[in-house]
T-cell receptor
C-alpha cells in the first residue's frame, strides 16, 4: 500500500539536544511538507519542498532544519534553538497541482 | 494572502440528525478547497475537494460540501450523523493561480451524541 510513514511515533528531547523526525513516502510525490500542530490551533507550515535538493521555509521555520536528498525522504531536525518544541508534527506529500495532501500519522515530541 | 475561518470551535449534534461544519475562505486567485478529518493521535484524512465544476461536491463516508462563491464559503454537510463521525475537522484552501501551499483553518470539533 502506498502511503507516508513517520517515525518515531513518540520522541523525547533533552535540553540542548537536536532530534530528527523521519518522513518517508512511497507515493512518488514531488512535493513534501512539515507541519506543527498545537492544541486548539490549526496546522502551521514549517518547511516544504517541491523537488529533490530544494526546500523553502514556511511560516515557523526558526529552530528547525530539513534536507531533501531523495524524493522519498524529507527528515525534519528540531534543533536546540527551538525553545518550545513540544507539539505534534505532521508530514505530508502531494502529487499533482489539483490533488490533496496525504498525511502521515505524526510524531509527538515532548521535552524531558 | 490566503486565509481560512472555521467560526465554530465545537459542533454538537444528535446521532441521525444532519450536521454542518462551517468554513469561509479568502484567496486572491481561484480557490482550491479541501476538507480533512483527524482522529486522536492520527494524521489528517482527506474527505473531499472542490477545484472547479459542480458546486456540490460529494466525498468519503457520506460527506458532501457546497461551494458558494458569493459567500466565499465551503460548508461540510452530512444528512445523517454517526457517533463514529466524532472527530476534528479541518478546512483548507490553496490558491490555484498563485499558491504552492495550503492554509488550514483552526479546526472544528464535532461531537455526535448517541
Amino acid at each position: 500500500d502506498g502511503g507516508i510513514t513517520q517515525s518515531p511515533k513518540y520522541l523525547f528531547r533533552k535540553e540542548g539536544q537536536n532530534v530528527t523526525l523521519s518522513c518517508e513516502q512511497n507515493l512518488n510525490h514531488d512535493a513534501m511538507y512539515w507541519y506543527r500542530q498545537d492544541p486548539g490551533q490549526g496546522l502551521r507550515l514549517i518547511y516544504y519542498s517541491q523537488i529533490v535538493n530544494d526546500f523553502q521555509k514556511g511560516d515557523i521555520a526558526e529552530g528547525y532544519s530539513v534536507s531533501r536528498e531523495k524524493k522519498e525522504s524529507f527528515p525534519l531536525t528540531v534543533t536546540s534553538a527551538q525553545k518550545n518544541p513540544t507539539a505534534f508534527y505532521l508530514c505530508a506529500s502531494r502529487g499533482g497541482p489539483r490533488e490533496p495532501q496525504h498525511f502521515g500519522d505524526g510524531t509527538r515530541l515532548s521535552i524531558l | 494572502a490566503q486565509s481560512v475561518a472555521q467560526p465554530e470551535d465545537q459542533v454538537n449534534v444528535a446521532e441521525g440528525n444532519p450536521l454542518t461544519v462551517k468554513c469561509t475562505y479568502s484567496v486572491s486567485g481561484n480557490p482550491y478547497l479541501f476538507w480533512y478529518v483527524q482522529y486522536p493521535n492520527r494524521g489528517l484524512q482527506f474527505l473531499l475537494k472542490y477545484i472547479t465544476g459542480d458546486n456540490l461536491v460529494k466525498g468519503s463516508y457520506g460527506f458532501e460540501a457546497e461551494f458558494n462563491k458569493s459567500q466565499t464559503s465551503f460548508h461540510l454537510k452530512k444528512p445523517s450523523a454517526l457517533v463514529s463521525d466524532s472527530a476534528l475537522y479541518f478546512c483548507a484552501v490553496r490558491d490555484g493561480n498563485y499558491g504552492q501551499n495550503f492554509v488550514f483553518g483552526p479546526g472544528t470539533r464535532l461531537s455526535v451524541l448517541p
